[in-house]
């Protein structure tokens, strides 16, 4: 398998940011709450997490795609890491909305 290609390569907006923390919080305006994003150190481009407002769910899991433009979203409860939300998309607006609040489709 070929090695992946340079994250910037591939996500140059949000390497224009520093990170995809960064680049979710310019893209949410009223979507995910902008203190509660945050990118690792060791891999700011790829990777982010989202602190859960709901008691019993571990923060949601953003993982940019290393051989396509893609990310990956994950939200697990915490006793068994039972998936409570897992998707994929291509639009970093999308992955900036969140996910939707329980009891709804998330489609205006």
Known sequence: MPAPPDPSVLYP??????SLATALRAEAE?????????????DPLLHATVTSMLPHREPLQISAWSH?????????????????IDGRTDDLAEVARGPPAPGTTGRP
């Open 13 to 18: 907006d949000v390497a224009a940011f520093g």
């Open 30 to 42: 009223a979507g995910l709450a902008g203190d509660s994003v945050t990118s690792p150190d060791f």
């Open 68 to 84: 396509e433009r893609r990310w990956s979203i994950r939200g697990t409860e915490p006793f068994q890491s039972l998936s409570l």
